[in-house]
């Protein structure tokens, strides 16, 4: 069975940077993936999503700060989050919508 699992999430404070991690267990990331995030009482949305060609799509308001890459050889995808925000407090999860399999989550927490 395919598994994600995200990691470096953490407490950052507000304008720093963070990256997060998804590491898959089958090569699947080349095929292309999103990450999501979701805050207490909310539905998940949408950060950002990269193709298999590697074409990006931002959330409005994870443009210009956010960046989402892959490496195929690793299996990884990684969020780069800079200028991080106190609301960017969330789990952000990665998925692979092909299947609409996700990983456990992992915990952002921006404050001073």
């Known amino acids: 069975q395919v598994q994600l699992v995200e990691s470096g999430g953490g407490l950052v404070q507000p304008g720093g940077p963070l990256r997060l991690s998804c590491v898959a267990s089958?090569?699947?990331?080349?095929?292309?993936m999103d990450w999501y995030r979701q805050t207490p009482g909310n539905q998940r949305e949408l950060v950002a999503s990269?193709?298999?060609?590697?074409?990006?799509v931002y959330a409005a308001s994870a443009r210009g700060r956010f960046s989402i890459s892959k490496d195929n050889a690793k299996k990884t995808v990684y969020l780069q989050m800079n200028a991080l925000k106190p609301e960017d407090t969330a789990v952000y999860y990665c998925?692979?919508?092909?299947?609409?399999?996700w990983g456990q989550g992992t915990q952002v927490t921006v404050s001073s």
């Open positions: 998925n692979y919508p092909q299947l609409d399999l």
């Open positions: 990269i193709s298999a060609a590697g074409y990006t």
């Open positions: 089958s090569n699947i990331v080349s095929n292309g």
